[in-house]
């Protein structure tokens, strides 16, 4: 226990080190709200960096929770129209009598009950800047075709106007569900989504880059002790390899709000154990999810030794965690690490 203890905090100690590059890099790049060392991680943003410089549309996919909307926020901040707003607009959410009124906004007296002068609508809030589509998927297909055209001529009216107004905003689209396959079943307009998938970021689920979650952790931690006025909690190895396996479902959403919670119900200088975790949390707790990915990987690799190597990587050489990662027990691994001559202290 205290070796692991050990290992904790030299992994809290580079994500100090970390936190203080950071820090300086604060003014350089709007990215840096976004955590995690993941290489998966990295090569989304560094793509995410690239689009931000051209006004091309980008389509953010992945599960709830996963960071899109931060990334479309990255990408707008990144880049010229940073001084401009950044309108986000829930597909999902707008009453289809409603749509034009509210994305295009309608001149004084276009219909009853209208507000006297007129209303602007989302495209003239967002002059300038960007436009984010989110949940683009569950947008009706009779919709679709209405900001499809939009798109296409590049102007709009206001209900009841007979001016053509330009569009001078930036589309970023994002969704949770598969497009292509919405498209098959014809739930989802095929041109419309050649439009809006000029470039397409993938951010995948936390539980494919759980090496990202110890420095999330931190994060979120200082998050809401700051909010609650709470001494940051020190968190037991257990809970930490607990949230290692764990198939996290709601992604980063999810684990912001346990750690929120157990900050709320955490006593002043209390250490964070299992038991501190809601009941149903541990028993969803799902291991197979990680062994799955992590057959993949034993099926390309095939030896024991890049299984380990994988393993060892995964949860920062924690050997408790590592084996459990392989589903082994700790002599097993130690026994192979001994057969395969691995040092890895
Ligand atoms: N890599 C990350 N670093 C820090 N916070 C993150 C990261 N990814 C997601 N979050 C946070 O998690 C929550 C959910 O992210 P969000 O962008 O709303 O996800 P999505 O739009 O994919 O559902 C937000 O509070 C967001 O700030
Ligand atoms: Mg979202």
Redesign the pocket.
Known sequence: MVRLNDELSSTTAYLHDLESTNQSQQNLSPFT????RSPV?KDAINLANKVSKTDAPVL?T????????????GIHNAGKRSNHPFVAINCGAIPTALFESELFGYEQGAFTGAIKGGKKGKFDAAKGGTIFL?EIGEMPLELQVKLLRVLQEKHYYRVSGNEAIPTDVRIIA?T?RDLEKMIDEGSFREDLYYRLNVISIS?PPLRDRIE?IP??IQ??LKEFSLKYTMPIPRIDPEVMYTFLQHPWQG???Q??NMIERMIILASDNEVMKPHHLPKNFVKENNPPTLNIHFEEIKKRNGQGEDEIQYALQKTFGNKAAAAKLLGISRATLYNKLKKYDLKLD
Do not use: H, M, P, T
């Open positions: 709200k976004i955590k995690g991680l953010i992945g599960e709830s929770g996963v960071g899109k909307e931060l990334f479309a926020e989110d994002a949770n951010i990202d420095e999330l994060l979120f992604n980063i959403r684990l912001r």
